[in-house]
């Protein structure tokens, strides 16, 4: 039994933000000045299982660079959509030509710029070191903080309600 409170065999998409997420919102700076971000291997590694399995995986994120899109694209994610912080149009656009119904995505997001998609999708998530907003509209907070596993504890709680977890 799943410890998210929302029937997760609906689920056929999941959609991350970057920063605070699938990486830490305390991350090196390079003497350029553009962010050094760092990539959790545990969260990678569900990606790929989800993909495998048939869940579609997006990225919205207010951040452009390049190592990230790379990154995305060497696990199998082709949907990134970067630099963007009015992130609600792009969620439903890309939910549209996907043919998905709200109630069969999850959003997660950790900030102001998240709150808007995560109260479109059904099922709105937060890391546990999330802001008070996205708290506030969260219908799950995970035991990870951003970049600590968070893509990896929700891809896993969903495939194994789904019984594609490989395992």
């Known amino acids: 039994m799943s410890k998210i409170p929302y029937p997760l065999e609906k689920i056929k998409a999941v959609v991350f933000d970057i920063d605070g997420v699938l990486s830490p919102t305390t991350i090196p700076m390079g003497d350029d000045g553009i962010p050094r971000r ?7 590694y569900a990606m790929v299982q989800a993909i495998k399995s048939g869940l579609k995986i997006a990225i919205i994120s207010g951040a452009n660079q390049d190592a990230v899109r790379k990154r995305m694209e060497m696990i199998g994610v082709t949907d990134f959509f ?9 969620l439903t656009q890309w939910m549209s030509t996907q043919g998905l119904l709200p109630e069969e995505v999850a959003y997660v997001g950790d900030d102001v710029p998240d709150v808007a998609p995560m109260r479109y999708v059904g099922l709105p998530v ?12 969260a219908l799950y ?13 929700l891809i896993e709680e969903i495939m194994r309600a789904q019984g594609t977890w490989p395992i």
Not at 84 to 90: G, H, T, V, W
Not at 126 to 137: F, H, L, Q, R, Y
Not at 145 to 150: A, D, K, P, Q, Y
């Open 126 to 137: 937060t890391p546990a070191d999330g802001s008070t907003d996205t708290k506030m509209v």
């Open 82 to 90: 970067a630099g963007n912080m009015d992130k609600l149009p792009i």
């Open 141 to 153: 907070t995970t035991d990870a903080i951003g970049g600590h596993g968070v893509g990896r504890e």
């Open 38 to 44: 760092m990539a959790n291997l545990k969260d990678g």
